[in-house]
Each structure stands twice: as structure tokens, then as C-alpha cells.
């Protein structure tokens, strides 16, 4: 029964690096602007259609997903190293006291870090030192839309919290939600009392120039042509998160530790009306989301060189739509088919990082000037579908991988890397 738990846990992570894909594909060449990118001619129904309901039902719920699942997991390889650590200081007071009788173990005893919490989080913060790194490397060279960056420096933080009990978490991921909400309240209010007060003084119907310059060295620039603007970019969101995003991925790290810690996911019957409660607050968030994304669409066709930011705090707001995502997948978790849907998906959620990274490489071969740059001929609906086809590709490939291997390149590089 826990392995099939913990392979549930990997299924929930594979399905959000998918849905993170999905919007990633529709920004890639874009820039650092509108998450679900612009639209640079006059979009088909299709297209439409597809922003619609990646805006709905993707975009933010996924990422929200992961940062959950990030904190979960911070829970449970707490739990792990502490036992780990504590058991090596137990073996090492044994022999310590073999040799230098009672008064040795006198010394050894108390708080001096063999319970294995001092050790525990030594070890995971060499564990964000490592993703800190791989996420500068993966936002300079590959995608200006780095998340991993972010996850690490919000990793520290979270590290104050490892031994915290359940209702200091719960306090920190209520805190941590309201200044979010807060900021964003402040600052779409202050943007939207600008644009009233002083009008542009530029043709708010054309997509900004900076947009088509950015589209176009990226379809038909070399590797080397794209660096500088990829590290542009790469900062100025780096800067909007860490105003913006770190109190929203704070939130879902403690909310997901305080997951791990209750056991949520892992005994949902003992929560019954912890995901009764999720539904109508993930449906209040679907709704937000779809109004929000309908405000936001008009927004890009109507007025892109001035776009309002009212459907982009509505769309904010709709992340809570992850709660009835996460019900739903509880309450169906132990049927047959949904069986089978995990046992095929977990292979891939074994290695995230791997993944993730690989996500930015292929978008890169094939999108890009310095690859085949389909980039500039696909439209929404085609770089929709060429993201179901990357994850089908992902799923095979992860399900080989771990037939033979116990975990992904990077992840074992990473295992490597912090032991």
C-alpha cells in the first residue's frame, strides 16, 4: 500500500510537469510577458478555443501543483534523513561509548544533532544548492522561464519550517497566501490607476515591438544570437518572482510539508472533510479562472500594447482550481483504470528534473532558430498538440528508463552531487 501511494505521488507530478509543458509551448518564443503568450495575427476559432481552455483549466494550476508536490516531498525526505541521521548518531554513540564509558555517553546525549534534524537540513540545503545551480544554468541556456531557480531560494526558507509542527505550517501557508493576494491586489490596483491616469502614448491595439523582436530572433536567431535576450529576460522574471511569485510558491511549500506531515494524500480517508471542502473552493477558483481568462483574452486581442491586468488577478486566483483537481484524483485514485493511469505515469514523475529539463531541449530543437524553427508557422492548437505528442514521447521514454535505472540522469546526478 505505501508503494502505491508514493507511485501515486510520482503520477501527480509527471501530470503536472505535462501541464506546465502545455503553457510553457505557447510562451516559449515569446519573452517574459503574458504566460500564455501573445498573439501575433488575428488568432482562428481554434485558437481561440485553445487559449480559452488552457487558461482555464492549465495555466497556474499545474505549476501550483508542483510547488504542492515540492513541499510534500520536502516532508517526507525530512522525515527519511532525520531517521537516517539519527540512526548513524545512535550506531556512532554506541561505539563512542565503548570506548570512553558512561561519561562519553553523558556528552553524546541531548540536543547535539544526533537526533538528525541538524543533519537533515544540512543535507537538504546542499540538495537546493545543486537545483539553484542547475535552474541558473537551465534559465540563461534554455528557457528564460525558469522555475527551478525560484523553488530553490524559496527552499530555504521552507528549511526554517522543517521541524515546525502542523499548526505553525498551517499559519505560514495562511500568511504566505494573503500577502500574495495582497500584492497582487496592490499592485494590479496601482498598475490599472497608471494606465487611467496617463494613456499611452503609443497604438495600445499592436502587439508590443519588443514582443515581435524577441519572436523573431528566436525563430531565426542562432544559439549564440538568443543568449543575451534569454538572459534579459531571465532576470526581469526572476525579479517579478521573487516581488510577486515567492509568498504564492512559500504558500504551496507549506501547505504541500503540512500535507506530508498530516499524511493528506496518503490516508484521504482520515481527511474526509478537508476534500469535501476542496471542491467548492476548487470550483470557486474554476470559476475565477474562466472569467479571468476570457477578460485576459480580450485583453490580448483588443488592446496588447496596454493590456488591463484584471483577468490576469483573476487567473491568479483560479489556482485554487488544484483543489479540486487533487480531490478528484483522491477519491478516484484506487480504481481500476486509474490504476493503470498511474502505474503508466509514474515512471516519469520518478524524474522530474530530468524531464523538466529535457522539456526546455526539445522546445528548443524544434521551435528555435538554432533548431528546426517550427516556431514560426505553429499556431496555439498545433503547439497544443505538439506538446501531448513531447509528453507521450516522455512517458515512453521515462518508462524504459526506469525499467532499467533506478532514477533519472539528473536526478542521480543530484543524489551524487549532495551526498
Given amino acids: 500500500m505505501a508503494g502505491r501511494r508514493l507511485e501515486s505521488v510520482d503520477a501527480l507530478r509527471a501530470l503536472a510537469l505535462f ?56 516532508a517526507l525526505q525530512m522525515r527519511g534523513l532525520r531517521r537516517r541521521y539519527r540512526e548513524q548518531g545512535q550506531q556512532g554513540q554506541r561505539g563512542q561509548q565503548g570506548q570512553e564509558g558512561q561519561q562519553g555517553q553523558e556528552r553524546h546525549d541531548g540536543h547535539d544533532g544526533h537526533d538528525g534534524r541538524r543533519e537533515a537540513r544540512r543535507h537538504y ?104 535576450l534569454r538572459l534579459e529576460h531571465y532576470l526581469a522574471l526572476q525579479g517579478t518572482t521573487l516581488v510577486t511569485g515567492m509568498p504564492f510558491i512559500l504558500g504551496l511549500f507549506t501547505l504541500g510539508a503540512l ?9 484521504p480517508g482520515r481527511h474526509r472533510r478537508l476534500w469535501r471542502a476542496a471542491v467548492p473552493l476548487g470550483l ?53 483504470w486509474m490504476r493503470r493511469v498511474i502505474a503508466w505515469l509514474a515512471p516519469a514523475g520518478r524524474m522530474p528534473l530530468t524531464n523538466y529539463l529535457m522539456q526546455a531541449v526539445i522546445l528548443g530543437a524544434l521551435l528555435t532558430g538554432w533548431g528546426l524553427g517550427w516556431g514560426a508557422h505553429l499556431g496555439r492548437a498545433e503547439l497544443a498538440l505538439l506538446a501531448l505528442a513531447i509528453v507521450a514521447v516522455q512517458i515512453g521514454v521515462s518508462r524504459w528508463w526506469i525499467g532499467r535505472f533506478a532514477q533519472g540522469p539528473v536526478e542521480a546526478l543530484w543524489r551524487r552531487a549532495t551526498y
Avoid at 306 to 319: K, S, V, Y
Avoid at 324 to 331: G, N, S
Fill in 259 to 267: 500535507a506530508g506531515r498530516l499524511g493528506w494524500l496518503a490516508h
Fill in 284 to 336: 470557486t477558483g474554476l470559476a475565477l479562472s474562466a472569467v479571468g481568462t476570457w477578460l485576459n483574452y480580450r485583453t490580448m486581442v483588443d488592446t496588447p500594447g496596454d493590456p488591463a491586468l484584471w483577468g490576469f488577478l483573476l487567473m491568479g486566483f483560479g489556482f485554487a482550481a488544484t483543489a479540486l483537481y487533487l480531490a478528484w484524483f483522491v477519491a478516484q485514485r484506487d480504481a481500476p
Fill in 125 to 228: 540545503r546542499r540538495r537546493l544548492l545543486f537545483l539553484l545551480g542547475v535552474g541558473v544554468a537551465h534559465g540563461t541556456l534554455l528557457y528564460y522561464g525558469d522555475i527551478l531557480t525560484a523553488y530553490a531560494l524559496a527552499g530555504f526558507v521552507l528549511v526554517l519550517y522543517a521541524d515546525a509542527r502542523p499548526a505553525r505550517l498551517a499559519r505560514a501557508a495562511r500568511h504566505f497566501f494573503i500577502g500574495h493576494a495582497a500584492i497582487l491586489l496592490a499592485l494590479v490596483g496601482l498598475t490599472e490607476w497608471a494606465r487611467r491616469s496617463l494613456p499611452p502614448d503609443f497604438d495600445a491595439s499592436q502587439v508590443p515591438p519588443g514582443v515581435i523582436e524577441t519572436f523573431e530572433v528566436m525563430v531565426t536567431g542562432t544559439w549564440l544570437e538568443q543568449l543575451p
Fill in 19 to 74: 501541464g506546465i509543458l502545455q503553457v510553457n509551448i505557447q510562451s516559449f518564443l515569446h519573452g517574459a510577458g503574458d504566460p500564455l503568450g501573445y498573439f501575433l495575427t488575428p488568432p482562428r476559432p481554434i485558437d481561440t478555443a485553445v487559449y480559452l481552455v488552457i487558461g482555464t483549466l492549465v495555466s497556474l494550476k499545474f505549476l501550483a501543483l508542483f510547488a504542492f508536490l515540492f513541499g510534500l516531498g520536502f
